[in-house]
């Protein structure tokens, strides 16, 4: 018998077992395209370099629905894809759209697309567009055509200054100038090895601020004042006369804040009886002397790291916005908003508080569209004389906001802002009286007053602040053809400005004074180098470029000469108000260092002597500045590294020597400020009269042990090169320069992307 024994067959009936299908982890696109998906969210890191990120979906609603609903729906297996939208860069995750809003524009049929609208999307951006086109798509060949019609664009990077811990942080945007440095970073290292191997910066730094806190301590003890004694700080009458008049013939050429008939009359009665003055008349003469009181002071003396002209300015804006607080909110009349915009124009002068002038402008925007500034007065203001003023404020406020966004790098408030305040009228001051019933009628063209300048910087207000929010914007690269498209706008505008030729600093009534003619043209001029700078930069690898570095030498050297201009006529008001100088200086230095890499430029060749004799300018001019107000030592210290680093491309065998030479160049700006202190008792003598009654009473406190009291008994050679003064052992590195290492060495700056 066999062991084996036969069995049956049995019968298996194959049946379909419906299984749930996985839930897929990787997107839809790597999954359709099988590539690997590190699965973040909302988008993964290959759709978001793809520039695919609005397309970069799961599918989980569609998964979770059964079979028969999507065959009953007739939706297909998969879902649809959408055609790649326009690149415009990635998308951030606060403003992703919500995930089952993305999985729904998958699954549903997609519109017939429209001529118009496909025109609108697949072509550059007009130049007044400043966001991405929403709800376009375009063909994926699109994007691959683009690269091949333009292989030599440049990828956009941000030329930011962003540095700090936690939340001590400090930011600047493109537009800062000194943002500049982010893309230079030879500069940078050479930089942080001089100041590392030679400690005399350091060490004449410690000096100095041991002066500022003993001056800053002795500051606390004086008494505070009444309105009753605030004629007690007004200067000798002299000085009163001489400041206030400076402040007309400059500041009241530009902005309009003072009318000058109404407050003479105001200040005649002063000057006969200063106790019967009105405390807001009193508080608008000190801020109008705070403007002027650093290039009125003759000795050049200094008070820690402040001349006494400045330190001067600083008490009288102190004192302003003391008073200034204890005023009530809701009776507001006009010179409130005069000490509010003279306040502004002070600080800038004086650089109080220099990292606080984006928010304090911005601020006085606010609140005068909270007062209804941005709205034409017409309608509810009856008087022609309040209607003015309120339109000669109003363009006054926007102009200084721009501007110290422009400074900052940042967005301009006014970008989102729609008004119809109309410009103010051109006309005198002697045409606008409180009593006129009309508006008097404006000048003829040719014939320019002190409000010719709010006037023409109307035109191209709308233009400066469509640039200032591109050039500052996160999510906009502008391409070459939108810079150049920009360019001709810019000079466009500078053709509409009155000739040099037909300026003159002379008080003519019908002639615009040099000083209004320069500031409209530099807050043109300036944005010719924020556009083509980051083309400049790429003229090495791509001769396209060449133009960019063209425009901005040329209209760098403008900068600085017509800064050079005003000085020969005596007249350093801009020196110290605006730094388009320190810009130029930059820009050139940068614009000197591509050239050396460059074998053979046929195309723009400027000597290496003609940058050096520009930058050697701009660092005059900032040295003069220091000498005005005794601060603004980074920025000579900036332009001298970058000096510095440029001779030792062409003198190699003097590198090492270069770099000290860098560093004792600022010293001995230091030590000219050093060597020039004030006492204690003087500087309180001369700052504030009263204070100074005020402290005798209670006995005259010490001056500060180590103070040069008189230069002449210390050589300035030997004070200098003294290596008991030089020696940096006794204290750490980091409690230098100034608690803020990071504005010298870049030590700490964000990476550029």
């Keep these: 018998m066999d062991d084996h024994q036969p069995t049956t067959p049995t019968v298996q009936h194959s049946t379909w077992i419906a299984r749930r299908r996985r839930k897929p982890l ?99 951006p007009a130049a007044h567009v400043t966001g991405p086109v929403v709800g376009s798509a375009r063909p994926a060949i699109k994007a691959d055509l683009t690269k091949l019609s333009s292989p030599g664009e440049p990828k956009s990077t941000e030329a ?18 000194t943002s500049l440095i982010g893309h230079f970073p030879e500069l940078r290292s ?16 410690k000096e100095l601020k041991e002066i500022d806190v003993g001056w800053m301590l002795e500051k606390r ?3 505070s004042m009444k309105d009753a004694e605030l004629h007690l700080v007004l200067p000798d009458q002299s000085f009163m006369d001489e ?47 705070a403007t002027v009181s650093a290039v009125l002071e003759t000795d050049r003396t200094y008070i820690g790291s402040a001349s006494l002209g400045r330190e001067r300015g600083t008490l009288w804006i102190e004192t302003a916005e003391k008073w200034l607080r204890h005023q009530s909110k809701k009776n507001i009349y006009l010179a409130i908003w005069q000490i509010r915009c003279l306040l502004v124009v002070a600080k800038q002068m004086n650089r109080y508080k220099k990292k606080q002038m984006w928010s304090v402008a911005g601020e006085l925007v606010r609140d005068g569209m909270a007062a209804g500034f941005h709205r034409d007065p017409g309608h509810k203001v009856r008087s022609p004389f309040d209607q003015e003023m309120r339109r000669r404020l109003w363009a006054t406020m926007i102009e200084l906001e721009l501007q110290a966004s422009i400074d900052r790098g940042m967005p301009s408030a006014l970008a989102a802002i729609r008004m119809d305040c109309a410009p103010p009228l051109d006309v005198d001051d002697e045409d606008l009286m409180p009593d006129f019933e009309r508006a008097p009628v404006p000048r003829t063209s040719g014939e320019h007053t002190a409000t ?29 053809e939108e810079v150049t498209r920009y360019e001709e706008m810019v000079l466009a505008e500078l053709n509409k400005l009155p000739r040099p030729t037909e300026v003159s600093n002379a008080s003519s009534a019908r002639k615009m004074t040099g000083l209004a003619r320069t500031v409209l043209d530099l807050q043109l001029r300036q944005f010719l ?88 300018k701009a660092l005059s001019m900032l040295e003069d500045n220091i000498a005005y107000i005794g601060t603004g030592f980074t920025f000579q210290w900036y332009i001298s590294a970058a000096s510095s680093f440029l001779r030792s491309l062409v003198q190699t065998e003097r590198a090492a020597s ?60 030997d004070s200098l090169f003294s290596q008991s003064q030089l020696d940096p052992s006794d204290a750490p590195f980091s409690q230098y320069f100034f608690g803020d290492p990071a504005a010298w060495t870049f030590d700490n700056l964000w990476g550029v992307e």
């Design 452 to 480: 010719s300048f709010l006037c023409l910087a109307r035109q191209s207000f709308d233009l400066r602040v469509r640039l200032n929010s591109r050039l500052n914007d996160l999510d906009v690269s502008l391409s070459y």
């Design 160 to 177: 930011v200054i962003f540095r700090g811990q936690n939340y001590t942080t400090q930011y600047y945007g493109s537009t800062n100038p």
């Design 658 to 717: 270069l770099k000290q030479e860098a560093t004792n160049q600022v010293v001995k700006q230091y030590y000219r400020v050093l060597a020039s202190q004030e006492t204690f008792s003087r500087a309180k003598e001369r700052t504030c009269p009263f204070h100074f009654q005020q402290s005798n009473m209670m006995g005259t406190p010490p001056d500060l042990p180590g103070v040069i009291t008189n230069p002449t008994e210390m050589s300035y050679i």
């Design 190 to 205: 050479y930089m942080r090895e001089s100041i590392t191997h030679h400690h005399s910066l350091a060490s004449v730094q």
């Design 243 to 289: 400041a206030i008049g400076l402040y007309f013939k400059t500041f009241e050429t530009t902005y309009r804040i003072v009318h000058r008939p109404t407050f003479q009359a105001e200040y005649d009665r002063l000057r006969k009886d200063p106790k019967d003055a009105k405390p807001a008349l009193i508080i608008l003469i000190l801020l109008m002397m």
């Design 529 to 616: 180098i924020s556009l083509h700078a980051p083309f400049a930069r790429q003229a090495e690898s791509n001769s396209r470029y060449t133009v960019s570095r063209m425009v901005c030498f040329n209209a760098a050297a403008s900068l600085i000469e017509q800064h050079l201009t005003l000085l020969k006529n005596k007249n350093p008001i801009l020196l110290l108000f605006r730094n388009d100088y320190f810009r130029a200086a930059l820009i050139l230095a940068h614009h000197a260092y591509i050239s050396s890499q460059i074998q053979v430029d046929l195309y723009f060749s400027v000597s290496h002597d003609t940058i050096m004799q520009f930058i050697q």
């Design 221 to 223: 003890k004086f008494p």
């Design 26 to 124: 990787s997107c839809t696109l790597c999954r359709q395209r099988k590539l690997s998906c590190d699965r973040e969210r909302p988008a993964c890191s290959r759709c978001r370099n793809a520039g695919r990120s609005d397309s970069c979906t799961y599918g989980e609603r569609l998964l979770n629905t059964s079979r028969k609903e999507r065959s009953r729906s007739g939706i297909s297996e998969e879902p649809r894809l959408e055609p790649p939208s326009p690149i415009r860069g990635d998308i951030p995750s606060s403003s992703a759209q919500p995930l089952s809003a993305v999985v729904d524009e998958n699954i549903l049929p997609l519109p017939a697309p429209s001529p118009t609208r496909n025109n609108l999307s697949w072509g550059l």
